[in-house]
């Protein structure tokens, strides 16, 4: 958790890369 909270950008890149591939296999 830590690296997370130190990196805060990384962590809201990676959550929006998430969504998109959640949003795909949704719509696939």
Same mark, same amino acid.
């Given at each position: 958790m830590t *690296?997370?909270?130190s990196h805060p @950008?990384?962590?809201l890149e990676a959550a *929006? !890369? #998430?969504r998109e591939v959640i @949003? !795909? #296999?949704a719509v696939a």
């Open positions: *690296e997370t909270l @950008d990384q962590a *929006e !890369r #998430i @949003d !795909r #296999i």
